[in-house]
């Protein structure tokens, strides 16, 4: 298996624009989660998804954020507008369940507002 | 979740044994202990977790105090590859993911 899936691995736009991560999750998998990770805040919880369900998005941090899972083997993850304190490595993961013993993390993507 | 408590830095010479401390003195009975490692520039990676007993795996040892309020993660050997952030995570009992802390950055030393 190739693992979880992200892409792309770098973004670079600038204020204003919107910006679409995306996410293979591995195969077989029901549980899709997003985090986000910044030297100040660490490694945050955005949104978890369980059968394509989004379950808790509470860590979304405005409006501006939106995840999407149409299938169950794609997710997206979109900023619009971006805004430069957006700046972060996006991370997605999968597990068998939400409280599935392992996590799978995909590679991050590195995403710069400017 | 059971609030966790690790060290925010340590150092290990190479091929001895890193023994990376977490204190969980709030855990529930049924909670498990996980933790996790995160190497430079790559997502975190699942390394081993336990309930009340002692654990050991291809990568390292799970040793949990009897009353569970506190735990220990042994590399046997440790290797410049270890040098990473190693997080111990205490989820709540159910359907609940995980959630990470700051971890502990342990740097092996040539």
């Known amino acids: 298996d190739a693992g979880v899936i992200q892409s792309p691995r770098h973004e670079v736009t600038e204020m204003g624009q919107e910006v679409t991560l995306r996410c293979k999750p591995i195969?077989?998998?029901?549980?899709l989660f997003w985090y986000r990770q910044t030297m100040m805040r660490g490694l945050e919880l955005l949104i978890y998804f369980n059968n394509n369900v989004p379950i808790d998005d509470s860590g979304m941090p405005e409006d501006r954020f939106s995840a999407k899972m149409p299938n169950a083997s794609f997710s997206t993850l979109k900023i619009q507008p971006s805004e430069p304190r957006d700046s972060a490595v996006y991370f997605c993961a999968s597990s068998l369940s939400i409280a599935g013993v392992e996590q799978f993390f995909g590679p991050g993507t590195r995403l710069t507002v400017l | 979740d059971a609030k966790t408590t690790q060290p925010p830095s340590m150092d290990c010479a190479e091929g001895r044994a890193a023994n990376l401390p977490c204190n969980h003195s709030?855990?529930?009975?049924?909670?498990?202990v996980y933790w996790y490692r995160q190497i430079h520039s790559q997502g975190p990676q699942y390394i081993i977790h336990?309930?009340?007993n002692n654990e050991t795996n291809e990568m390292a040892s799970l040793i949990i105090t009897e009353d569970r309020k506190s735990s220990t993660l042994i590399l046997p050997h440790a290797t410049l590859r270890d040098t990473a952030v190693y997080y111990c995570?205490?989820?709540?009992?159910?359907?609940?993911?995980?959630?990470f802390g700051k971890g502990t950055r342990l740097s092996v030393i040539a």
């Open positions: 995570i205490a989820p709540s009992s159910g359907n609940t993911p995980l959630v």
């Open positions: 336990g309930l009340k």
């Open positions: 195969s077989g998998h029901n549980s």
């Open positions: 709030t855990i529930s009975g049924n909670e498990y």
